[in-house]
């Protein structure tokens, strides 16, 4: 392979500008793909078709509907919402939302359908009329009944009643991805005409189409703020580290077009960009570097050693080709295990990057040594103040061996054991930080009045028109009622309320009647009288299935975690197992489910996806070294970055969720980087020149060194960089990815050559 390097040097200085242009050509075909690259801003982008929660959710609003919604939050300054012009405002809201895109239903307070008795009629109509004209004994009478109702107190009303909200449900068909920024352009103006009309009421703005749209908002201001930051540092990192202008410049041409050409490549294949795969460009950016950095720091070595420049690029391609070949197959195949992920915005994250890490490969091998060719390139540019460092560390490892590998295994068990305390948990609510609208607006909706999480569930009766039969309304209030008990939970909707509310208003409006009715046919009478009162868009079909076989129940919860959830959902599970009959124990279901459901299978899934990449990279290095005990031993150094990363997460976090599930197949073809430039620089030492293990680890750290301290240190900054997202799960990732990393740089210098020293015995190569 090194020959085959040597070889593909000479060409390419024989046909520099032939090259160039060929490269640049390909360049500008395959990147317009980019053209096609679009923003995907639905919430279950990160669910699989065969996830079978999502499956479960789907099945479920076949039934009945989608809740996916936006909510206006409505707080007036005075502390009430019980005065005539609050009441009034919110009537006028809640008559302009029904003229949003694609909404289907909009509930408040003020068009709540409060039924009540008059005479032997039952009358139905909004709970607010003519709010302007309201009388004090009018507003008194609508807080005691908004207060006292349950499908309002603390749903659409706080306890209190100092917030209330307007719920616009919108079950987008999903045909264009235009329809979430049609929907929030709308809504985003009545709520501006609202705050000029009303400054004296806070208006906030959440929802399931909120978040939707937060994904697309997360992805552009990290494609405005992350790209270029990334690009800064790149230029200032290797404009340091190289200390030569025109070779930074070859850098950043290379990183330039291996970007685009991934990005490209991705849209030709019809890929969209979502909070994870839109991290590719700044991983692109980062990885591109790397290939050039040690192409070029071989290059500069040759030159201050009298080489001509055709002959220092002939040679640095011969010394790094191999090195360099393999450290892009093992990147990519790290990337290319992501498509075990369940969620398929880390799949598109790992294509996209494995396609942008080829990308870097051709470039560094032929675009790069054909710009060195016609730039020109002085022997001596290369100097830093850490070569000598490197040359005093190989000799404190080499003469330090054995304490280095005992405080090196010592420091793994330590670190590695905090993985103990990792628990697979999640708030999908806090994936957005306080920087954004949503993010404020969320918070203050569970702070007053519901919660942001949900289970939902259909509870069969049995028979069609089975949901009148009164022991089935029994077991569901009973149901509901152990749900209100359980912590974290807000609220419970059920059709329960409304049942005991009717059989109320059908005997004279007697509190003493406030109680399911005792027959079957009773309750369907009340049920077709009622739903015969309601107008168009307010129907009963969100909550009763087409032959009344069923019904949904939505539990409503406050700042739970994943990891809560999936334990509440068991009890509840159980409790219905236990407490009532075999078709009515269904599992709880909602968005909420899926996410709780995700991280930990996902984690589950990658791991063995990971465990899939280091058989596949140890058999690689084992063919490429050509040294099954070097193959063996480099699994080490590369394995403990991980486990170490994971343990150092635990001990200070304790907490991993669907982002951090894909760190160890992102980072673990990365961290084999280091360690195969540094085995193959340590072998060429042994084999071509014959040295002993320990000159072997001197030369392998006079000559890559550098290359890998400039390479880590680029590696680092650029998901570090990712840590300044506004996505909880882009940051979170890119800071553990940045520990591993640098784990990695200190096992390559520290506990690789220990292990050789120990194990690579002399003579045998």
Known sequence: MSALGASIGYRVVEHRWAVILAMLLLASVTGSGVRQLEFNNDLRVFFSAQNPQLQALEDLEATYNKIDNVLFVIAPRDGTIFTRKTLAAVAALTEAAWQTPYSVRVDSVTNFQHSRAEGDELTVGDLVGDAERLTQADLARIRAIALAEPALARRLVSATGHVTAINVTIPLPGDSTAEVPEVIAFVRQLATDFRQRHPDIDLYLTGAILFDNGFAEVVRDDMRTLVPLMFTVLIVITGVALRSVLATLATLIIILVSTFTGMGLAGWLGMSLNPASSNAPVIILTLAVADSVHILVTLMQQLRQGKNRQQAIVESLRINFRAVFLTSITTAIGFLTMNFSDAPPFRDLGNIVALGVTAAFVNSVLLLPALMAVLPQRAGALRSAAAPVLDRLAGFVIARRVPALRTAWIAIGIASAGMLQIVFSDDWVKYFDTRYDLRIATDFMEDNLLGAHIIEYSLDSGAPGGISEPAYLARLEAFADWYREQPRVGHVQTIIPMMKRLNRNLHGDDPAYYRLPGQRELAAQYLLLYEMSLPYGLDLNNQINVDKSATRMIVTLKGISTLELRELEERAHAWLQEHAPAHMASRGSGLSMIWAHISRRNIHNMLGAAFLALLLISALLVFALRSPRLGTISLFPNLAPAFMAFGIWGLIVG???????????????????????????????????????????????????????????????????????????????????????????????????????????????
Not at 661 to 688: P, Q
């Open 655 to 765: 907490q991993v969720g669907l982002g951090l599930s894909v760190v160890v197949s992102l980072t673990l073809g990365i961290v084999v980087d280091d360690s195969v430039h540094f085995l193959s620089h340590y072998l060429r030492a042994r084999r071509e020149d014959g040295l002993a293990p320990a000159a072997a680890i001197h030369h392998a750290f006079g000559t890559v060194g550098l290359a890998m301290w400039i390479t880590t240190l680029t590696l680092v900054a650029g998901f570090l960089v990712l840590t300044l997202s506004g996505y909880k799960m882009n940051a979170d990732m890119g800071l553990l990815s940045a520990i591993t990393l640098t784990l990695a740089l200190l096992m390559d210098f520290l506990f690789l050559p220990a292990l050789l020293l120990k194990f690579d015995r002399e003579g045998e190569h």
